[in-house]
């Protein structure tokens, strides 16, 4: 006889209980086991999934869900399986509180918790949230894969729109109690970019008003390349300090805005919010805007270009030159760096004999260059560890994987980024120890990538450069969190994911593992059926850890298990995803 619904998933988490519900006997999670999640609808009959895979629409039929589900009744769900499923998910948040206490005990858990990032316009314009009905069907689904959380984006854009000092949570509120009611965990991005204008940036969210406001009556309030393009991604970090905004420092909105989600959230931090990720840069990244793929300015691999040229920065190079003795490098930043497609080899300051990048005054120029992206970090995160301390949340800086020409000595695109890493020089140490200095987890971008895969006259080399980040943030004693750079569904990546998130680097490595991993993105992609099997494959080997006894084969074995009971939900996703 094929189990029920209830039976099968009660049956994956281990022990279970039986409860009695109006005569119909259903089996529940005993407190303490692990459980997950369920929802059951009626079967929809010759559904077509249409979905966009690699460029290619692919048409499939939807099988018939198995086991058999009864028709609805009344307009609602069956009364039995109501009351199983409430039972279940009584259950779960028991689980989910349990589960939290733990991995904030001073005993470490193995593995790695995987979240999933949310579309970028998970909350539109209006402040209401976007394709609510697909949103809750997406998040039960990925609760049920055994999913951590989730990664959304709160756009300072957005929140403050439209006078300084006037937030409306409107829409994040919302999302945040689902989130709660699904049993996922929040990691919420203090966004104080523009969305728009990067790699994967499928909507505009521009800066505030009346940000935008004051950047149009001083163009210098955005960063600017020696050729005069001024970049509105972000306020320049030349100005940090002074009030521009409105009587206000760039670095006193920020702290205004995250003690605002603070004050508006505070019931649900350290228990549905568990982590505080503190944008410090265009896409959320603690770096310069050096290569904006906005309007094909740059094209990868190019080198990018220094973001130093508005009045603010030139200023603080002219007050360093001064103190340096050399009062005459003041006046601008490199003028033989080259342009933004430009490579390595085709620049005076970066090519590889006789450079500019490795003489006295390319020392100094680097030097000062990337000591002010580390004080902006620093800056903000003394605001965010003030505001959130004793709130139960990990803070987070968010560090951009700029892999090509990594094996180059002079590793041109992290020099005008702000990374001052070269063949000679560790550029991700500094980095680790100011993150380290406020108790924050360092965040890595391009863990998904291998060397081979990447263009080999570009000299890229993503797994070297993580292994280098690895090594950083363990000599600092600073976690270290992954994400992938770009959307990947196949084994490989995967693969490579679980590889990099053991961090198995040398004698020192021990049980050491990523604390977390975001993975890029939810989407229909997520939910076409291929995708989804080895999506949920993947998320039980992260939380098995890397010292599991457990074979590969076995975990394969459950993840097919919970594919074919959670199917009809995760159809459901994938439609409301595509409307």
């Not at 030139?314 to 490579?343: M, R, V």
């Not at 998904?448 to 263009?455: C, G, K, V």
Request: overall charge negative; aromatic content about 10%; hydrophobic content about 35%.
């Amino acid at each position: 006889m094929a189990m029920s619904l209830p039976h099968q998933i009660g049956a994956l988490s281990g022990t279970s209980l039986t409860a009695e519900t109006g005569g119909v006997s259903c089996e529940v999670p005993a407190k303490g086991s692990s459980a997950t999640s369920a929802m059951w609808r009626t079967p929809m009959t010759n559904l077509k999934v249409s979905v966009q895979k690699t460029g290619a629409e692919i048409d499939r039929v939807s099988p018939s869900p198995s086991p058999p589900m009864s028709p609805m009744m009344g307009g609602g769900m069956r009364p039995d399986l109501l009351a199983c499923q409430a039972l279940m998910e009584a259950q779960v948040d028991e689980v989910v509180e349990r589960e939290y206490k733990v991995r904030n005990s001073s005993e470490k858990e193995k593995g790695v918790p995987v979240f999933v990032m949310m579309p970028l316009d998970s909350v539109k314009m209006d402040h209401t949230v976007n394709r609510k009905k697909a949103m809750n069907a997406s998040l039960q689904a990925l609760k049920s894969a055994g999913v951590e959380g989730i990664m959304m984006d709160v756009w300072w854009g957005l929140v403050e729109r439209d006078a300084p000092g006037e937030y409306n949570w409107g829409g994040y509120a919302e999302l945040m109690e689902m989130a709660k009611k699904h049993g996922l965990k929040v990691q919420a991005v203090m966004s104080f970019h523009q969305c728009g204008g990067n790699v994967g940036d499928s909507c505009t969210i521009p800066l505030p008003r009346w940000v935008v406001e004051e950047m149009e009556k001083d163009p210098d309030l955005a960063y600017t390349d020696q050729w005069g393009r001024r970049n509105f991604e972000y306020v320049s970090l030349g100005c940090d300090t002074l009030p521009v905004l409105k009587g206000r420092t760039p670095v006193q909105c920020y702290s205004d805005f995250m003690r605002g989600f603070r004050d508006r959230f505070e019931n649900l931090l350290g228990d549905t919010i568990v982590e505080i990720q503190v944008g410090m840069g265009p896409a959320g990244e603690l770096r310069y805007p050096s290569y904006p793929e906005k309007d094909g300015v740059w094209k990868f691999p190019g080198i990018g270009a220094f973001q130093c040229y508005d009045k603010y920065m030139i200023s603080s190079l002219q007050s360093a030159a001064e103190a340096f003795g050399k009062p005459e490098w003041g006046h601008t930043g490199p003028t033989d760096a080259g342009q933004y497609n430009n490579w390595p080899e085709d620049t005076n300051f970066f090519k590889q004999e006789g450079s500019g990048w490795d003489s006295q005054y390319g020392e100094f120029f680097l030097t000062w260059y990337s000591e002010m992206l580390l004080n902006h970090g620093e800056r903000i995160l003394q605001s965010a560890k003030a505001i959130f301390e004793d709130k139960g949340v990990k803070i987070s800086v968010k560090i951009a994987g700029i892999h090509w020409h990594y094996g180059t000595r002079s590793h041109a695109p992290e020099l005008t980024a702000g990374y001052y890493n070269t063949r000679n020089r560790d550029g991700y140490l500094p980095i680790a120890q100011m993150l380290a200095r406020h108790g924050a987890v360092f965040n890595f971008t391009c863990v998904e990538m291998r060397d081979h895969e990447q263009p080999q006259d570009a000299l890229c080399a993503p797994e070297k450069l993580v292994r280098q980040v690895a090594l950083a943030t363990q000599e600092a004693q600073v976690p270290l969190a992954g994400e992938n750079a770009l959307p990947r569904y196949d084994d490989y990546a995967h693969e490579q994911i679980l590889q990099a998130s053991s961090l198995n680097i040398n004698d020192q490595s021990g049980d050491r593992e990523m604390c977390a991993f975001t993975y890029l993105r939810m989407n229909p992609d997520l939910f076409h059926p291929d995708n989804w099997r080895r999506f949920v494959a993947f998320v039980k080997k992260m939380k098995e850890g890397k010292d599991t006894n457990k074979c590969r084969e076995q975990v394969e074995r459950e993840a097919e298990h919970f594919v074919h009971i959670t199917q009809p939900l995760v159809q459901e996703a994938a439609v409301a995803l595509m409307h």
